[in-house]
């Protein structure tokens, strides 16, 4: 069973999240199969999202509440939120299949009532998403219940980000992260700014990580290398099937690449060192070194004709070449000798 870590720590293994979302089309037992898959794709969590469209908007067909442009264009927030909701007595379920699945599985409240809810199913952790950072009374609740708190920070100003901190922390919890994003859907990696992740990390003194909405697994991948501690990606069986959040969602064999990548470049970064590592021990023997390059008889005064840097390294550090010229060889050399200081005659 996978377990939803008591704490974010800064530079630990990064925790991948799958995010449900709407992709589930309405289908409870493709809701299933989205758990089982991340699963298998190497996620550490699937996160789904807690509300109804009369919980996060209202049935109004004035102009302010009809999308124009992007993935929804034409449509209400109400007809938006009805497709892609995850309906709530769908959430037992989905709690128990999760835990028979061996995978953690929490979700995002957009109300009190949803926190209510999941309170009720014992979720591990709370998503604050990202239009509901300002949403100060709402954190405060979710942080109330003492369960670890991933807040997202799309659109948000950091003086906002500042305030949905301190909610929290008023609340009494302390077990906080935060996660970068750009609420663009999708996004362009040109939005990204990941320099933001070590520097928000810097200002709140918290763990970070990132939200993505781009298109492949690049972007995650270099927001590990950063520092981010939690990737959460967007995941569906298949684009083609369609769904609210299909065109910027990973299928299983992505999110298997980009779960593979996240860890490989964690594992890379390591700690500060610059000691000889065992995997390059035995390279030593192929640095340069000094050797005798042709034979020089016991007394000739050696001169770059007769001593060169070449490889192996088995002779003296090619930085000696100017104290080795113009001494004498104390012995007959012969070619392909490694130059130690025993050949050498006293120096001039």
């Not at 809810?117 to 998403?129: C, G, H, Q, R, V």
């Not at 593979?260 to 590592?277: N, P, Q, T, V």
Request: with cysteine.
């Amino acid at each position: 069973m996978t377990r939803f870590p008591d704490h974010f720590l800064p530079g630990q293994r990064p925790f991948l999240i799958a995010e449900m979302s709407g992709n589930h089309n309405g289908d409870i037992d493709r809701a299933r199969r989205l758990i089982d898959a991340a699963r298998d794709a190497g996620a550490d969590a699937v996160k789904i999202q807690t509300y109804t469209a009369d919980t996060i908007t209202m049935n109004v067909d004035r102009p302010e509440f009809r999308l124009e442009g992007g993935l929804w264009a034409g449509k209400t927030l109400y007809e938006l939120y009805q497709e892609a909701h995850t309906p709530w007595d769908w959430h037992e379920a989905l709690f128990a299949h999760a835990r028979d699945a061996g995978i953690a599985l929490f979700s995002s409240p957009f109300d009190p009532t949803a926190i209510d809810l999941l309170e009720s199913l014992d979720t591990p952790a709370y998503k604050i998403a990202s239009f509901e950072l300002i949403d100060l009374p709402l954190i405060a609740k979710a942080a109330a219940t003492g369960k670890p708190l991933i807040m997202s920070t799309g659109m948000a100003s950091l003086g906002e980000i500042a305030e949905a901190v301190a909610a929290a922390q008023e609340a009494g919890n302390s077990n906080i992260a935060l996660l970068h994003c750009v609420s663009g859907y999708p996004t362009p990696v040109q939005d990204c700014d990941l320099r933001t992740i070590p520097h928000m990390a810097q200002a709140f003194g918290l763990p970070v990580g990132l939200s993505d909405h781009t298109m492949g697994v690049a972007v995650p991948v270099a927001a590990v290398a950063l520092g981010a501690v939690i990737i959460e990606k967007h995941f569906t069986l298949a684009r083609a099937d369609g769904g609210p959040d299909c065109a910027f969602s990973l299928e299983p064999a992505e999110f298997k690449a980009m779960a593979e990548a996240c860890r490989i470049a964690h594992a890379a970064l390591g700690d500060i060192s610059y000691a000889l590592k065992p995997s390059e021990a035995g390279g030593r023997t192929f640095r340069r070194s000094l050797y005798v390059s042709r034979d020089v008889a016991a007394g000739t005064e050696l001169t770059d004709a007769d001593i060169r840097s070449i490889r192996p390294g088995l002779g003296l550090a090619p930085k000696h070449l100017p104290d080795v010229l113009g001494r004498a060889a104390a012995r007959d050399l012969k070619r392909g000798e490694p130059v130690d200081w025993t050949m050498l005659g006293k120096a001039p």
